[in-house]
């Protein structure tokens, strides 16, 4: 499974390596894997976007899940979204 992974990665394109194009979604992005936020400021953060408690309460466990992983798991994940992210918004602007 890891040598697939390798293999998908070396294959993208470089010129991939631009960005989502979206701001906002980059830094939410950036705050659901960094561990230093906390699940208040992770929430304080989205705030405009949830739309009820409901909401809020499951995006706290969505972010527990990324509190409860090693640094060099949420290191392989911010690496693979900013390569997933940026192919993706390559192919929008084609």
């Known amino acids: 499974m ?5 293999l998908m990665l070396s294959a993208l394109p470089l010129s991939c390596y631009a ?7 980059e830094d939410m992005i950036d705050s659901t894997i960094d561990p230093s936020v906390t699940e208040d400021q992770y929430i304080e953060g989205l705030e405009e976007f949830i739309p009820g408690d409901t909401t809020a309460q499951l995006l706290r466990e969505f972010k527990q899940c990324f509190l409860d992983q090693s ?10 979204m900013m ?3 940026s192919c993706w ?6």
């Open 71 to 80: 640094n060099r798991t949420l290191s392989n994940v911010q690496v693979m």
């Open 89 to 94: 918004a390559e192919t929008r602007r084609n």
């Open 83 to 85: 390569h997933t992210g």
């Open 19 to 25: 960005g989502s194009g979206c701001q906002r979604l």
């Open 2 to 6: 890891k040598l697939v992974v390798v």
